[in-house]
């Protein structure tokens, strides 16, 4: 399709040709084997990717491209991927060296590998000496001190439903008259419901 509009302006180098669609549309078939069910959907995606311009003339859309454009428009894109590749090259030198600068100290030597096995050999104590200390983290006074309070917290709360079902019980007995027995049987209420001390 891109042929269709830089041959055109080879041919005539003082004139450019621009071309309606309906020109497009008799040219692409015959010259460049294109179906003319297809040479729209092209077209529009040519506009779209900014390869063919194109402008409204009165009820006309014309469209046009020439070759210093797509000239250009490599140029610029091989000056950005030039410039991308001069940034990555940079970026890649800098890495370089950090990693040279990184392994000063850390060559393989006998005093180094001792240190590495200390090191494994003391993180290995630290979660042996870890799991140790959670066996016992029962009988740790802070945990005890936290169990109290959840328990006191607990136990306020049970006796506050406990308060609630009492009350409820005492409102049912009034208002229908229904007895203490019948309203624990139907509300699957224990007989031996109390407070916790």
């Known amino acids: 399709m891109m042929e269709i509009f830089f041959e055109t302006c080879l041919l005539c180098f003082a004139q450019k040709d621009v071309f309606q669609l309906k020109d497009i549309e008799k040219i692409a078939p015959k010259e460049k084997g294109i179906t003319s069910m297809s040479v729209k959907e092209i077209l529009q995606s040519l506009v779209d990717d900014g390869m063919v311009d194109t402008d409204r003339i009165g009820t006309s859309n014309y469209f046009w491209a020439f070759p210093s454009k797509a000239l250009h428009a490599r140029k610029r894109k091989l000056e950005e991927l030039e410039s991308q590749f001069a ?111």
Do not use: H
């Open 87 to 197: 940034e990555s090259s940079q970026k890649k030198e800098v890495l370089q060296k950090s990693i040279k600068k990184s392994k000063i100290g850390r060559e393989d030597t006998a005093e180094r590998a001792a240190l590495i096995e200390e090191l494994a050999a003391l993180r290995q104590k630290k979660e042996q000496l870890k799991a140790e200390v959670d066996k016992y983290r029962e009988c740790d006074p802070d945990v005890i001190e936290e169990m109290r309070k959840t328990n006191k917290i607990a136990m306020e709360a049970a006796n506050r439903w406990t308060d609630n079902i009492f009350s409820i019980k005492s409102w049912a007995k009034r208002k229908f008259g229904f007895e203490e027995s019948r309203i624990d049987k139907s509300f699957g209420i224990p007989e031996d419901l109390d407070y916790i001390d």
